[in-house]
């Protein structure tokens, strides 16, 4: 069964303001990261949280990891129309098991 | 950065033929491959996972028989879907994990395949 599950499904935001989306999922794991997918591509890998982490960042993103809720968080901030994309979370045992996603799309 | 390429992009077959899509990691060695299946809208779902030189591991409800992977060089790894059906139309991704690495993996850009 899927280990991660985003919220919200679907999000719309205006350029400039920031983008939260949130993943949960079930078991232990080694480490959690995050995806990028935009309509009909391949993935983009954006970042990857150990699982002693709390928080990384990378740019404009910033993810955080909560171990005791099995909860992730990715912030996207000054959005741009570019960052319209479905992303994903994935939890990583022995292999990726992703979430079924948050679909973003920014207005310019 | 590592590159990982499938072959064909898109692909239209007839029911009952069968198609194999390549997947190539360009610039590494990968013992270790990965297919998924995703459906429009849908999620990534792991199909099987692909070692060099030995048996693929399907996932649970993944026939082996109709998805028949090969994993024949530490570069090239071949998902064969046979007597395709209309229901196996999806999008296909490969990914490919570095030997010696635990945790990276890098992912194709997919194969569209649609079965008429």
């Known amino acids: 069964s899927q280990q991660g599950e985003e919220d919200p499904q679907a999000l719309s935001i205006q350029e400039g303001e920031n983008a939260t989306m949130n993943c949960s999922y079930k078991?232990?794991?080694?480490?959690l990261q995050w995806y990028r997918q935009n309509s009909g591509r391949g993935l983009v890998h954006l970042i990857l949280?150990?699982?002693?982490?709390r928080e990384k960042h990378s740019g404009r993103l910033r993810v955080t990891l909560d171990t005791s809720k099995k909860s992730s968080s990715l912030l996207i901030t000054a959005s741009r129309a570019a960052d319209t994309a479905s992303y994903f979370c994935a939890t990583d045992t022995e292999k990726l098991v992703f979430g079924k996603g948050t679909k973003l799309t920014v207005n310019p | 950065g590592a590159v990982v390429s499938q072959h064909p992009s898109r692909v239209i077959c007839k029911s009952g033929t069968s198609v194999k899509i390549e997947c190539r990691s360009l610039?590494?060695?990968?013992?270790?491959m990965f297919w998924y299946r995703q459906f429009p809208k849908q999620s990534l779902m792991l199909m099987a996972t692909?070692?060099?030189?030995?048996?693929?591991?399907?996932e649970q409800g993944v026939e082996k028989d109709k998805f028949l992977i090969n994993h024949a060089s530490l570069t090239l790894s071949t998902l064969t879907v046979t007597s395709a059906h209309p229901e196996d139309s999806s999008f296909y991704i490969c990914?490919?994990?570095?030997?010696?690495?635990?945790?990276?993996?890098?992912f194709g850009p997919g194969t569209r395949l649609t079965v008429t």
């Open positions: 990914s490919a994990r570095p030997t010696g690495t635990p945790y990276e993996q890098y």
């Open positions: 949280i150990r699982s002693n982490e």
């Open positions: 692909s070692n060099e030189g030995s048996k693929a591991t399907y």
């Open positions: 078991t232990s794991i080694n480490n």
């Open positions: 610039d590494f060695q990968a013992t270790t």
